[in-house]
């Protein structure tokens, strides 16, 4: 029996030049190679949103393969990744964490930039409603987050929780790798000063997300 | 006004030369269009150029329309009258630039109930205003309108 | 001239329903172009509609209607076979007429 | 008047109490709110002005050879229309392809009418020549509502090309880390108000697959599905795709045949 299965195994392998280009999570005919011969062929510069945006860092990489990314075998550079990201966080240049929770609910409503049809020199959005639930009077939030209401509430603003939230932040990958949340710190999307006012959205006891 | 009449006789001109084509109906088969109420800026100029006065409220009066809009861009709104005699059914948006966005002149065998697609700017109460047997009423619906995708 | 209408007309239990979606831009005259300049106001502001010859409907649009508009209404009476004429005119003095028959 | 501000005092009370109950409550509003809105938008559909539109491109001879293009094989054979959308993209023998209707249009518009298809690759969307390609979307797609989607890959290029759309769907780049899968790769998601298909799976993969090419409320512009994915990419902070490239055939027939045996419901209507 265990002959007849290995036999057929070898002839399948063996079989044709389709099923030989199977590589690991990918099915015949999407390889490395001819993925990235697709990738080459199917996209141009516009605007700010140029050609190097395809070429992946390691996280990117990693996540893009659904398979090998989760499991218990992944569990270890899953881990790696996370050290590495966690190691790009750039705290407080001035040791204040918090800015203005009005700015940072501006901030959390946007969802402007770095499209193609955004330019340079526009302050980014921070896309935060659109994947989470953040004050209760905004009605339109999507759910692919947690919801944050009463964040600062449960959490209070004790060194740990101002610490977690910044590196959330700045690093969504520092504590999960494949975290579908950008890196907003890490990639420049937002910077210091913006961050701050998401912090005090999230955090300060005055904001409508704690109340 | 000297633009409004030039502009009058230039649809003239070109209606009359469609006209003696075939093409359009006569030129008397249409309304003067209400300059005045169109281009009033709040609801209470709006309603004085429609000669509404202050109208009554009335539940004879209908809007039939979600109480969100995905869009502002397109918001379908049923206007409907229960009212006898019903002759004219207009639409406002209150908040909006242009707050006047429709008036339907109906005749006595048209049913009185009207469906069209209007903008809003934003989250506005939206009016309609009935004259039926030469009186005014109306009725008011807040219709929310949302900020929708990904607003890249 | 603009694009054709698109018009509907039914007619059951003695009542005929029309549907008109009519092919338009409707400019606000609000809003900007890439350089900044308004796009100046261009909106259909006057509808008649016919049925068998006789207006039974007269509407009056400002720029608040959206783009591509439709209007849809009733009116008592009307049958199979009878004739449904619609015409727009808009603020720049252009129209258009298309007709279509009640099913 | 009333109506408003007592709505408005409910609003701050419901936000004021933040209860969850309360919340959810106002919630399952909103969502109800917004489904009576697309219902009725459903009534009256200005995609079909574009489909009126896009069969005169249809059947009016044009270009070079002064041709129309009621010749165009998109798959069922020269000249047969009803139904052919629900079945691509395809492999096309004579370009040895798989193409999408929009790319199989541009083999069309090349061989049958002589035109150069570079204005068509190159325009904007909405904009002189590439506008037409929506309206023939809208026309073709609609000649296959009601039918069954059928892409099954079975061509070895059909399968490889699924199998690169699949890899595409996981491929993360950009500032943002997107991926298609970001959003779509979970199910029962929204962002912001608007639900997302989970596109690996058959309900969500027809009910995006289904409804577009469509109209655009927002824009008041009629989308082909290939300015559908542009779009997507563009929020994704990808680079451009070039229209009717090997990437976006590849993601659309890894959308169609997951949602193979759905019904097509083209044009659609959406926000």
């Given at each position: 029996?265990?002959r007849?299965v ?7 392998l ?9 590589a ?8 490395d190679?001819?993925f ?35 499991g ?21 240049s ?11 609910e ?10 193609w049809?955004?330019?340079?020199d ?39 929780a ?8 700045w ?5 999960n790798?494949c975290s579908?949340?950008?890196?907003a ?27 | 006004?000297?633009?409004?009449q030039?502009e009058?006789r ?7 030369a ?71 059914i ?47 009423y ?15 | ?14 009542v ?7 092919s ?18 261009w ?5 008649t ?6 207006t ?6 400002g ?13 008592k ?10 015409t727009?005119v ?14 | ?12 009370a ?20 917004i ?70 249009l ?21 904009t ?8 023939l ?43 298609c899968?970001t ?8 962002i912001?108000m ?19 090419p ?20 563009r929020q ?36």
């Amino acid at each position: 029996m265990k002959r007849i299965v290995l036999t057929a195994a070898a002839l399948l392998l063996l079989g044709g030049p389709a099923l030989a280009q199977s590589a690991g999570t990918w099915g015949p005919g999407a390889d490395d190679a001819a993925f990235a011969q697709m990738l080459k062929a199917s996209f141009k510069d516009r605007g700010i949103a140029k050609l190097d945006r395809l070429s992946q860092d390691e996280t990117q990489a990693f996540c893009s393969d659904p398979v090998a990314s989760s499991g218990p075998a992944a569990a270890a550079r899953r881990e790696e990744i996370e050290k590495a990201n966690l190691a790009t966080v750039k705290w407080p240049s001035d040791g204040t964490w918090m800015g203005d929770w009005k700015e940072g609910e501006k901030i959390a409503q946007s969802g402007r930039g770095n499209t193609w049809s955004d330019k340079a020199d526009q302050p980014n959005g921070g896309n935060c409603y659109n994947c989470h639930q953040i004050s209760a009077e905004e009605i339109s939030h999507g759910t692919i987050g947690p919801s944050l209401l009463g964040y600062g509430k449960t959490r209070g603003t004790s060194e740990d929780a101002l610490k977690a939230t910044w590196a959330k932040i700045w690093n969504a990958k520092s504590s999960n790798a494949c975290s579908n949340m950008p890196r907003a710190g890490h990639m420049g999307i937002l910077n210091e000063g913006q961050i701050k006012h998401l912090m005090a959205l999230l955090l300060d006891p005055r904001s409508p997300v704690n109340k | 006004m000297r633009t409004q009449q030039f502009e009058r006789r230039q649809v003239l001109t070109f209606l009359g030369a469609l006209a003696a084509a075939g093409f359009v109906v006569p030129r008397a088969a249409f309304a003067n269009w209400d300059k005045a109420a169109f281009e009033a800026k709040t609801v209470d100029d709006a309603l004085k150029a429609l000669g509404a006065g202050t109208p009554a409220s009335s539940g004879d009066v209908q809007i039939i329309a979600s109480d969100i809009a995905e869009n502002g861009a397109v918001v379908p709104v049923q206007a409907v009258s229960k009212l006898p005699n019903t002759e004219r059914i207009a639409i406002m948006v209150e908040k909006n630039p242009n707050m006047l966005a429709a008036a339907f002149d109906i005749g006595p065998e048209t049913i009185p109930e009207v469906t069209a697609r209007i903008k809003m700017g934003q989250t506005s109460n939206v009016l309609v205003v009935v004259k039926a047997d030469g009186k005014f009423y109306s009725a008011a619906k807040e219709i929310k309108v949302t900020l929708g995708g990904c607003g890249g | 001239m603009g694009n054709p209408m698109k018009i509907r007309a039914a007619s059951k239990d003695g009542v005929t329903e029309i549907k008109v979606l009519m092919s338009h831009e409707m400019e606000t005259g609000q809003r900007k172009d890439a350089n900044g300049a308004t796009i100046p106001a261009w909106f259909i502001n006057e509808v008649t509609a016919k049925l068998d010859g006789k207006t039974v409907m007269q509407a009056q649009w400002g720029p608040s209607i959206s783009k591509n508009p439709y209007l849809a209404f009733k009116v008592k009476g009307g049958k199979a076979g009878d004739k449904v004429t619609v015409t727009w005119v808009d603020n720049k003095g252009d129209t258009r007429t298309d007709e279509a028959m009640v099913t | 008047m009333d109506r408003v501000s007592m709505g408005l005092a409910a609003f701050l009370a419901a936000a004021a109490a933040a209860a969850t109950a309360a919340y959810a409550q106002q919630k399952d509003k909103a969502q109800e709110g917004i489904e009576a809105y697309r219902e009725a938008l459903q009534d009256g559909n200005p995609a079909e002005l574009f489909e009126a539109t896009g069969e005169e491109l249809w059947k009016t001879p044009a270009g070079p050879k002064n041709a129309s293009l009621e010749g165009c094989d998109l798959g069922l054979g020269a000249g047969v229309v009803k139904g052919a959308y629900a079945q691509l993209p395809r492999y096309f023998k004579d370009t040895d392809k798989v193409q999408d209707l929009e790319s199989r249009l541009l083999t069309c518009i090349s061989t049958l009418q002589g035109k150069d298809t570079k204005p068509y690759i190159d325009s904007a969307f909405g904009t002189p020549p590439k506008e037409e390609m929506n309206a023939l979307a809208a026309f073709l797609s609609g000649q296959a509502k009601g039918t069954p989607i059928d892409v099954t890959p079975k061509h070895p290029k059909e399968q490889a090309m699924y199998e690169l759309g699949k890899r595409m769907f996981y491929f993360q780049g950009g500032p943002y880390d997107f991926a298609c899968a970001t959003c779509h790769g979970q199910e029962g998601q929204r962002i912001r108000m608007q639900d997302l298909p989970y596109i690996p799976g058959n309900t969500g993969a027809a009910a995006g697959w289904s409804s577009w090419p469509a109209y655009r409320v927002s824009a008041g512009q009629m989308w082909s599905m290939q300015w559908r994915l542009n779009d997507c990419f563009r929020q994704q902070r990808f680079p451009e795709p070039v229209y009717a490239s090997d990437a976006t055939i590849a993601l659309s027939m890894y959308m169609a045949a997951t949602a193979s045996g759905a019904t097509m419901k083209t044009p659609g209507i959406k926000r």
